[in-house]
């Protein structure tokens, strides 16, 4: 379900995470410090949720004791996905009547039915409803009644790159005796198709919730890169937004170019949103075609190959019109001026 796997071990990841936290504090702060330090947090429980560095241990421990209070809610919201024999993912419950966030290529196509595994191993069905494909996004609906644990969706405008989050996914999914996994990292972009962080996923994990420090999701897992920095979820405005969720709800299925295309098609290695004179670049990935070549956010792609590009769908088309391996010619501006760059694509 994801472009490729990493070699480590979820748990050595989330340790590594947590240790590289601890061992930039140290670094930066004399043994002396870090006695006087080690108080009750001075931040409160709340305010940990939008404190972006911690300043010394007591922030660190106010930070631990905010995580270790969510986990509990967050466990519980967190189902595993399994449709039919061949898939398996995560999802996340956002209400006590049952609807079920996830990502479009785990749920698949509408109306069928699905299993769900509660963080208790309790097994629940339901029933896959719309999918957005264009942004990986999916719902389903517990068909059983119930009064089901559930977390609350964010606002569009709370995320923010630096803040915390914690990502969880697939209960008793690939391995029927793992509990959910807890992941914590950062918010390193966030855009309005994507949101990328540093907080690990692996297999299974696709169509689980990642979280804000207030316990509130703010994405859903949808691929990974070659770079443990490179985990991309869907934005929660794709479910808040009234009109895609009321055609989640009803059982509709579009987008233009959907996730199985973007797993096997060629790669530029952007996101990017719509600009009046084409396809302002929000985030690169330096490993990728468009970093090795230069490309900054901010830039404004104009032209591929010649043909005026008219927003970041018109630019996933004309990528997706090529194939891995494909020269080609772009055309940016940057701070007014006009820039021609050329680079070969790569392939998923």
């Known amino acids: 379900m994801h472009w490729n796997k990493h070699s480590a071990s979820t748990w050595t990841r989330s340790s590594m995470q947590i240790a590289a936290v601890i061992l930039l504090f140290f670094t930066s702060a004399s043994f002396a410090e870090v006695?006087?330090?080690?108080?009750?947090?001075?931040?409160?429980?709340?305010?940990?949720?939008?404190?972006?560095?911690p300043k010394d241990l007591a922030d660190l421990k106010a930070l631990e004791q905010r995580v270790t209070k969510l986990i509990p809610n967050l466990v519980e919201a967190t189902v595993s996905v399994q449709v039919g024999f061949a898939v398996q993912g995560s999802g996340v419950i956002i209400g006590s009547d049952g609807y079920v966030l996830t990502a479009a290529h785990v749920s698949g196509r509408p109306h069928r039915r699905v299993r769900l595994v509660l963080s208790d191993g309790r097994t629940i069905e339901g029933e896959t409803l719309g999918r957005n494909e264009d942004l990986d996004a999916g719902l389903i609906k517990i068909t059983e009644a119930g009064n089901w644990p559930h977390v609350e969706m964010a606002t569009d405008d709370s995320i923010r790159a630096g803040d915390w989050c914690l990502g969880t996914g697939h209960p008793g999914g690939y391995d029927v005796d793992r509990p959910v996994v807890v992941r914590l990292g950062r918010i390193l972009a966030a855009g309005s198709r994507a949101v990328r962080t540093d907080c690990t996923l692996t297999s299974g994990d696709s169509g689980g919730p990642l979280f804000d420090l207030n316990g509130n999701v703010i994405g859903i897992h949808s691929r990974i890169g070659m770079s443990t920095h490179w985990n991309l979820h869907v934005p929660i405005a794709a479910f808040r937004n009234d009109k895609d969720w009321n055609r989640l709800v009803a059982g509709e299925s579009w987008g233009g170019f959907s996730f199985w295309q973007a797993r096997?098609?060629?790669?530029?290695?952007?996101?990017?949103?719509?600009?009046?004179?084409g396809c302002e670049v929000t985030v690169v990935n330096p490993i990728f075609p468009a970093g090795v070549a230069g490309l900054k956010p901010g830039d404004v792609i104009t032209h591929l190959d010649g043909e005026k590009v008219n927003g970041f769908n018109s630019l996933k088309r004309k990528i997706g019109r090529r194939k891995g391996g494909d020269e080609i010619t772009i055309v940016i501006?940057?701070?007014?001026?006009?820039?021609?760059?050329?680079?070969?694509?790569?392939?998923?």
């Not at 096997?264 to 004179?277: A, M, N, Q, V």
């Open 264 to 277: 096997s098609g060629p790669i530029l290695g952007i996101d990017g949103k719509d600009h009046e004179k």
């Open 35 to 53: 006695k006087e330090t080690t108080a009750e947090p001075r931040v409160s429980a709340d305010d940990i949720a939008s404190l972006q560095i």
């Open 333 to 348: 501006l940057r701070e007014g001026m006009r820039i021609e760059k050329e680079m070969t694509l790569a392939s998923r």
